[in-house]
Structures are given as structure tokens and as C-alpha cells.
Nanobody, 117 residues
Framework: QVRLVESGGGSVQPGVSLRLSCAAS?????MGWYRQALGKQRELVAM?????????TYGDSVEGRFAISMNYAERTAYLQMNDLKPEDTATYYC????????????WGQGIQVTGSS
């Protein structure tokens, strides 16, 4: 079975940085993260699709602060999160998409990020 291996979460003071990573396997079209805070809907953080004409998409709330990249050969995505704020506190779920196959969307278990004292 496909398993997404996530790492890099934690609790930091506002203004500090963290980096998340997510390692996938097999065929990959796009990778990235969604997040969900307690009592709120899940929202897009960032996605990268290397073969697209515009490969990177950011959620409005993180544009200019977060940066996503990917080592395609290793099927590993990275999310650099700068200037963390209390409102960034959430469970971050790695997501991987495929163009075809019986299953086209895969989810990680989730990792906690807390941007407060």
C-alpha cells in the first residue's frame, strides 16, 4: 500500500520557521499539504505539480511566507514555513495526487504545527 511519510512538525514561538517533509512512492503528479485547525474546514496550504505550466499553487493565507519544493526523483516534497503565526496552528496533512489509477488521491496521517508560545 502507498504510505506518505511525514516529518518536521512542532511547536514554535510566533515568527519562527519550520520545515515539513513528505515522502511518497510510485507515480506522482502533484504533492503538497492541506491543513485543518480545530473547528474549521480543511484548506489548501501549497501544492506542486512539476509538469504543469504553473507548477506551484499557494493558499491565500500563506502566500509570501511559505515555500514548497520537491525532489521529484525521490518523490519527496518540502514545505518551508517562515514567520509562523498563531493562525497557522493546525494539523497539516500531506497530499499526493496521481493522473490515473484506481486511487488518485492519497493522504498522510497528519502532523501538528503550533505557532504560539
Amino acid at each position: 500500500q502507498v504510505r506518505l511519510v511525514e516529518s518536521g512538525g512542532g511547536s514554535v514561538q510566533p515568527g519562527v520557521s519550520l520545515r515539513l517533509s513528505c515522502a511518497a512512492s510510485g507515480s506522482v503528479y502533484a504533492m503538497g499539504w492541506y491543513r485543518q485547525a480545530l473547528g474549521k474546514q480543511r484548506e489548501l496550504v501549497a501544492m506542486i505539480a512539476p509538469d504543469d505550466s504553473r507548477p506551484i499553487t499557494y493558499g491565500d493565507s500563506v502566500e509570501g511566507r511559505f515555500a514548497i519544493s520537491m525532489n521529484y526523483a525521490e518523490r519527496t516534497a518540502y514545505l518551508q514555513m517562515n514567520d509562523l503565526k498563531p493562525e497557522d496552528t493546525a494539523t497539516y496533512y500531506c497530499n499526493m495526487k496521481r493522473r490515473s489509477g484506481a486511487q488518485k488521491t492519497f493522504w498522510g496521517q497528519g502532523i501538528q504545527v503550533t505557532g504560539s508560545s
